[in-house]
């Protein structure tokens, strides 16, 4: 099955700096990534994703990129808030075929600070 | 706005007893998932449904069951609690397809303790 891994575990920055969080993957079939924030006592909510036949999608201040190849995707968020501060996941997942994607296989999630 | 809801945010249960934490959603949504937190494990899936009556083991399912009678609903079954199943649980769901984004949407969570 599907492996992730997920890098930092934990990464520290001051206001105003941009901070990276690298994923890879192990199923060449994964063609969907997409990366969750979880805000500390509150739910995961989809801030972003990326489908395999495009390598780069920016929304705002977050981005993520995707190399097929290396099967590793990023999420760089640049200007970093205070806001910013929480817990993030990337995951994978494939068509499943039919109507549906398969099932999301998650990292072990970055713990994301930024300092004032 | 999708709306996920969770029987409990908090149970306390006894090692040995059969617990049931319930999911509800309100979008109509055909896929429902059921996942277990642990700090430094990320996510990790138990049990999925893509419609009702379906289900689908996860990656970790053992000691586990799930029930999907009505579309909205999806339940998650400890069979005979155990100490090692303390951990925060998240219900999620989505729209099936593949032309409609691809989003799951979380509950609030049920933090377990079992004693």
């Known amino acids: 099955g599907e492996n992730v891994e997920q890098h930092p575990s934990t990464l520290s920055v001051q206001e105003g700096d941009s901070a990276v969080i690298k994923c890879t993957y192990s199923d060449s079939a994964s063609n969907y990534f997409p990366w969750y924030k979880q805000e500390l006592g509150k739910r995961p909510q989809l801030i972003i994703d990326i489908r395999s036949n495009v390598g780069e999608k920016k929304d705002q201040r977050i981005a993520v990129t995707l190399n097929k190849t290396a099967k590793h995707f990023s999420l760089h968020i640049t200007e970093t808030q205070p806001e910013d501060s929480a817990v993030y996941f990337c995951a994978a997942s494939s068509y499943a075929g039919g109507t549906s994607y398969g099932k999301l296989t998650f990292g072990q999630g970055t713990i994301l600070t930024v300092h004032p | 706005d999708v709306k996920v809801t969770q029987s409990s945010r908090y149970l306390v249960k006894r090692t040995g007893e059969k617990v049931f934490l319930e999911c509800v959603q309100d979008?109509?949504?055909?896929?429902m998932f059921w996942y277990r937190q642990d700090p430094g494990l990320g996510l990790r899936l138990i049990y999925f449904s893509y419609d009702v009556k379906m289900k689908e083991k996860g990656d970790i399912p053992e000691g586990y069951s799930v029930s999907r009678e009505k579309k909205e609903r999806f339940s998650l079954i400890l069979e005979s609690a155990s100490t090692n199943q303390t951990s925060m649980y998240l219900c999620a769901s989505r729209r099936a397809g593949v032309r409609v984004r691809n989003e799951q949407f979380f509950g609030p969570g049920t933090r377990l303790t079992v004693l």
């Open positions: 979008m109509d949504h055909e896929n």
